[in-house]
């Protein structure tokens, strides 16, 4: 599904986000990436989505180079790509049920999704998207009458209705409570595990990428530093992986401890 | 010695403005016109009088009624096309088609808004001829170059995230403009589109002195025939338009805004 060939990925600045890749995913396998601020998690995400392009190495998305493709075979990739961000990037007078439909504009024509804007075509759709993540009544509401946690479940339920081949996180719960952040990251798991597609998700929080992932990658200074099924992973790992780092990651990565929550998903 | 400055600055600016108001009056011949006006304040107190009783005549009146509709058309008309010249100038004009494209645009967006709009009259009387057709023109030009600039920078001052997440999810350029940033502006552009048909409809009525057409065509014929009493009806029916426009888009800005 996924391939990375020794990709390095430098700033303007010279200084490397990532040095040296080497990574596969395959296809309808769930990944957490983990580890302190900088690490290179959000560079790394942005160039499996064919937002970025790498600086060096290869990347290779269902066997294509994206970077090689036409404007228009790249604007098709990236529609069967969904993304969720740490802040939802939702226009705050959007209505909820116009945000939720955005997620198919990579795939409606253009004189869809202008008539969308008049009068939203697909209301059932939305609907069928928000009823499981408890906002079916706020359809029609205006995006900046929710609630943080609200917002990130409308830009979840668009990343559902997107229905993609591969679902990229980044750091999807970290504004969340922990409650919310749990329920955000299931539904995330349970959708992927449904359709049998490729979630890749960035997570601060180490406990929910043992618990709910089936694989973890750890990253620190642009390197894998492991790269293990979620069973494999323990307090070592996680330790070696957050050491030095600020006291706020230290404390987040403790949380880590339960080896009875590891067993329960291995 | 800093502190002992300090309270002069007051003399010094009080006195620097006593001066320019002496220096206007003696630069206008105000007093001698002041003089001269006090022995003709009986002439003058006579011609206000003839505008006292304004021309209710049905016949008048309901001419009156057609050139406020055609003020209102023109001022409509003109707005409106200013704003889809606006929007299509203003998206080139905030950088988004390049430095090459922002450039023409920002030049485009300058002479239209440099020339006021009843020099664009005189000009669109000459080149369209007599009517209302070259008062709508007109408007529109000058406007669209006001509204274009306001309207790129709000279009600068959106954040980009959420259009540009939508690019990255696959979706077309027009697309994710229209579902990432246009709900962020468009509150934004209606209001200042608003704001500038309140203005227009007071300069519709005004072109009319060149030829433009609507009420200020009429208001101009009345008072060269000296028919004080049908130009009085004429401005109040002006005033009256404009207090109209004025209460209506204010209302609507004011949803807008709060909303």
């Known amino acids: 599904m996924i391939s990375l060939t020794a990709v390095s990925m430098a700033h303007a600045g010279g200084r490397l986000a990532l040095d040296g890749i080497d990574l596969s995913v395959s296809a309808g396998e769930r990944v957490a990436l983990i580890g302190p601020s900088g690490a290179g998690k959000t560079t790394l995400l942005r160039l499996i989505g064919a937002s970025l392009q790498p600086t060096t190495g290869l990347l290779r998305i269902d066997g294509v180079d994206p970077w090689g493709l036409s404007a228009r075979d790249l604007q098709r990739l990236r529609a069967g790509i969904g993304k969720m961000h740490q802040t939802p990037p939702i226009p705050p007078r959007q209505r909820v049920v116009t945000a939720v439909l955005a997620g198919r504009l990579g795939q409606w024509p253009l004189w869809r999704a202008m008539a969308s804007l008049v009068y939203p075509l697909d209301i059932a759709g939305a609907r069928a998207v928000l009823e499981p993540l408890g906002l079916a009544e706020r359809l029609f509401d205006r995006c900046d009458q929710l609630s943080g946690g609200q917002l990130q479940r409308v830009a979840l339920a668009r990343l559902f209705y997107q229905q993609p081949q591969l679902e990229l996180a980044d750091e999807p719960v970290s504004a969340l409570d922990p409650a919310l952040a749990r329920a955000v990251a299931v539904a995330l798991n349970d959708d992927a595990k449904r359709r049998g597609v490729t979630l890749i998700a960035s997570l601060h929080a180490v406990e929910l990428a043992l618990s709910e992932f089936s694989r973890v990658i750890g990253l620190r200074n642009g390197r894998v530093a492991f790269d293990l099924p979620a069973g494999q992973v323990g307090q070592h790992h996680v330790e070696a992986l957050y050491a030095g780092a600020g006291a706020g990651q230290v404390a987040e990565a403790a949380k880590a401890e339960p080896r009875a929550r590891l067993t329960r998903c291995a | ?259």
């Open chain 2, 1 to 259: 010695m800093t502190a002992g400055r300090l309270p002069y600055r007051g003399v010094l600016m009080t006195a620097g403005v006593l001066v320019a108001v002496l220096a206007g009056v003696w630069r206008l011949d105000l007093v001698p016109a002041f003089a001269e006006g006090a022995d003709s304040l009986g002439e003058l107190i006579g011609f206000l009088q003839r505008f006292a009783a304004p021309d209710l005549t049905p016949a008048f009146l309901a001419k009156v009624g057609q050139g406020a509709v055609e003020t209102l058309a023109i001022s409509l008309i003109g707005t409106l096309l200013a704003v889809v010249g606006g929007v299509a100038l203003a998206l080139p004009a905030s950088g988004r088609m390049g430095w090459p494209g922002q450039a023409a645009a920002r030049f485009c967006l300058n002479l239209l808004r440099s020339v006021p709009e009843l020099v664009w009259a005189t000009l669109t009387v000459l080149a369209a001829g007599l009517g209302p057709f070259a008062g709508t023109l007109a408007l529109a030009l000058h406007t669209a170059g006001v509204l274009g600039r306001l309207y790129a920078e709000a279009l600068e001052n959106t954040p980009p995230a959420p259009e540009a997440a939508l690019h990255e999810a696959g979706s077309g350029a027009v697309a994710a403009f229209l579902y990432g940033t246009l709900p962020a502006v468009a509150p934004q552009w209606v209001a200042y589109g608003l704001y500038r048909w309140e203005m227009n409809i007071r300069m519709a009525a005004i072109l009319g002195f060149v030829g433009a057409g609507g009420l200020g065509a009429q208001l101009y014929y009345a008072l060269s025939l000296f028919q004080e009493s049908q130009a009085a009806t004429l401005i109040i029916a002006m005033l009256v338009l404009s207090l109209l426009v004025d209460a209506m888009s204010g209302g609507l800005r004011r949803r807008l805004v709060t909303a």
